[in-house]
């Protein structure tokens, strides 16, 4: 999400800053911090898709915090690859700070947060959301306003979302029957022909 809004930056939305919420698994906020890409331990949360030590997207801001030096960060990418982590350089994590600005949340912070928007708002967030909310109010007033990008459905997480506010989620009423529905399955062979003419079959219907 956060590289998604650098891109649409550079292409004109006025967007002042950017900023990258983290939960517990915090590794890019402490990049931002420190200067140094370091992986430690995964910790499982409540908020998986946060539950990382090497994003595919960081190396993109790399690209254009290194100048579009392809060379640099294949170099640093090793460095990831052979030792755990690397330092960045000082220019790069000036560029990096420069465009955005990061925070962290607690497996608690976030289920206090999923709680407090419910009381204040009657809104039901996502674990994921509930990061992004919780780092935003974090930010400070400014008169530009803050938009948190929702992640997903909060009952797509009905067991976290009822653990911090006391109630289960329900579906979508547009998918209120899903667990009803009949599956359908399209079985196709680990042939890339065969996909290619399953993708132009399908584009025909």
Do not use: W
């Not at 955005?100 to 708002?121: N, P, Q």
């Amino acid at each position: 999400d956060i590289f998604a809004g650098y891109i649409a930056k550079r292409m004109g939305l006025p967007i002042e800053r950017l900023v990258v919420a983290t939960n517990q698994n915090d590794i890019l906020h402490r990049t931002l911090e420190s200067g140094a890409y370091t992986k430690e331990g995964v910790t499982p949360t409540i908020s998986p898709s946060m539950d990382i030590q090497v994003s595919s997207n960081f190396e993109r801001a790399l690209f254009e915090a290194y100048g579009r030096d392809g060379g640099a960060v294949a170099q640093l990418m090793s460095e990831l690859k052979d030792s755990g982590g690397f330092p960045v350089s000082q220019g790069a994590i000036d560029v990096l700070r420069d465009i955005y600005g990061s925070g962290r949340a607690s497996e608690a912070e976030t289920s206090v947060t999923i709680a407090a928007m419910l009381e204040r708002t009657g809104e039901v967030l996502c674990p994921h959301t509930a990061v992004g909310v919780k780092v935003a109010e974090e930010q400070g007033l400014s008169a530009t306003p803050m938009i948190t990008l929702a992640t997903a459905h909060a009952a797509k997480f009905p067991d976290a979302v009822e653990a911090a506010t006391g109630v289960r989620p329900p579906l979508p009423n547009r998918m209120g029957d899903l667990y009803q529905r009949s599956e359908r399955v399209t079985r196709v062979g680990n042939d890339l022909g065969e996909i290619e003419a399953l993708i132009r079959k399908m584009r025909a219907t």
